[in-house]
T-cell receptor, first 113, second 111 residues
Framework: DTAVSQTPKYLVTQMGNDKSIKCEQN?????MYWYKQDSKKFLKIMFS???????INETVPNRFSPKSPDKAHLNLHINSLELGDSAVYFC????????????FGDGTRLSIL | SQQGEEDPQALSIQEGENATMNCSYK?????LQWYRQNSGRGLVHLIL?????REKHSGRLRVTLDTSKKSSSLLITASRAADTASYFC???????????FGQGTRLTINP
């Protein structure tokens, strides 16, 4: 199936740990994104990459480091997890830039104990 | 600051009725998009309306855009139980290089 897939779906971990979330799209899109959705459903852009180049870093703490090994992948590594990092993280992709329709993965629910 | 604000925050109607959701935004835009999010799932793109368009249809969906009032509405006609979801507007503001999402309207269709 063509899709944006992210793993894991659930991530439960302790404060201070380091974790990674992986994202892959097989839609042939050139732009990929990470969003954070809080408990009130507010969705906020974190990063966007176009052809593996960072184009948006939306004042995210440098504990968050995205990595794009190729156009089809955008992974998110988080160091020293804090309670406030608990949220649902969504990966998305689009063809032709951020103003085009975006395709979302089903999210990774991160819970910090 | 948040670009889009949606109204109402929650809407509950009977199956078969029409549902209308509104979105207001603050700056000039290239386009405005509507997305649906089912519980526990990612957002799904529904429709995109460009700044020079006033109305657009897709199946049971009708979207209007009034750039003078900086507002948009999404109408779902003949609602079904499967339409139960949260609906988000997102604006592609000029020069922003990102979509900015509203806080969403939670729609419940009662059988």
């Amino acid at each position: 199936d063509t899709a944006v897939s992210q793993t894991p779906k659930y991530l439960v971990t302790q404060m201070g740990n380091d974790k990674s979330i992986k994202c892959e799209q097989n839609l042939g899109h050139d732009t990929m994104y990470w969003y954070k959705q809080d408990s009130k459903k507010f969705l906020k852009i974190m990063f966007s990459y176009n052809n593996k180049e960072l184009i948006i870093n939306e004042t995210v703490p440098n504990r968050f480091s995205p990595k794009s090994p190729d156009k089809a992948h955008l992974n998110l590594h988080i160091n020293s997890l804090e309670l406030g990092d608990s949220a649902v993280y969504f990966c998305a992709s689009s063809h032709g830039g951020p103003g085009q329709p975006q395709h979302f993965g089903d999210g990774t629910r991160l819970s910090i104990l | 600051s948040q670009q889009g604000e949606e109204d109402p925050q929650a809407l509950s109607i009977q199956e078969g009725e029409n549902a209308t959701m509104n979105c207001s935004y603050k700056t000039s835009i290239n386009n405005l998009q509507w997305y649906r999010q089912n519980s526990g799932r990612g957002l799904v793109h529904l429709i995109l309306i460009r700044s020079n368009e006033r109305e657009k249809h897709s199946g049971r969906l009708r979207v209007t855009l009034d750039t003078s009032k900086k507002s948009s509405s999404l109408l779902i006609t003949a609602s079904r139980a499967a339409d139960t979801a949260s609906y988000f507007c997102a604006t592609d503001a000029m020069g922003a290089q990102k979509l900015v999402f509203g806080q969403g309207t939670r729609l419940t269709i009662n059988p």
